[in-house]
């Protein structure tokens, strides 16, 4: 019987943390960039005691929230064939970071506030960058072992690809995304195309 009630806390308690961290993500994809406690609780149904009792502080449900976030990039990623034609793999390389990039986007505009005192986002921001540098290597393996510098040819996909070139032509410039990732296939092809 004991199991059970034990059983049955844990079982509450994981679907109260998913409702919390569901209301916070939620949040931010409304565009609110720094939502309170008093805001996520209430959109997650919880007291703020509930709130606090389940993420001891704001790190705390952030880290859980860059969880949330890197599950989210992990349905999205796929291995590229680096025996692919090239131009088919820069087409699906860059095609998948416009998914991944549409899809953080709402957590990367709050992380910006948050992220020069946050260990959690800076953590956060390191994982996106050494994901995209990972997936650089494995779909263009075989430019990158013809490469002079291989390490400064990463660098300059990684540049063309991030999250900040994106937002450059998504948020400051208002293009759609279809033309944001055409720009950033050209620039993945002229770089690649230098080797």
């Not at 070139?165 to 002229?190: I, K, N, Q, T």
Request: net charge neutral.
């Amino acid at each position: 019987m004991e199991y059970r009630q034990t059983d049955g806390r844990m079982q509450r308690s994981e679907r109260t943390r998913a409702l919390i961290l569901q209301a916070h993500a939620d949040l931010l994809r409304e565009g609110v960039l720094k939502p309170t406690a008093a805001l996520i609780s209430e959109r997650a149904g919880v007291s703020r005691r509930t709130l606090w009792s389940n993420f001891h502080d704001m790190e705390s449900l952030l880290g859980a929230t860059v969880d949330y976030w890197f599950r989210l990039d992990d349905q999205l990623r796929t291995v590229i064939d680096p025996g692919a034609p090239l131009e088919d793999r820069i087409s699906r390389f860059c095609a998948e970071r416009e998914r991944r990039l549409v899809n953080i986007a709402p957590a990367a505009r709050a992380a910006v506030l948050g992220e020069p005192v946050s260990p959690a986002l800076q953590a956060s921001r390191r994982g996106h960058i050494g994901r995209v540098r990972s997936d650089i290597e494995n779909a263009f393996a075989t430019e990158l072992a013809k490469a002079d510098d291989p390490t400064q040819l990463v660098d300059a996909i990684t540049v063309a690809t991030s999250w900040n070139a994106w937002s450059l032509m998504f948020d400051d410039h208002g293009y759609p995304a279809p033309h944001c990732r055409e720009v950033m296939e050209r620039a993945v092809r002229a770089l690649l195309a230098a080797v």
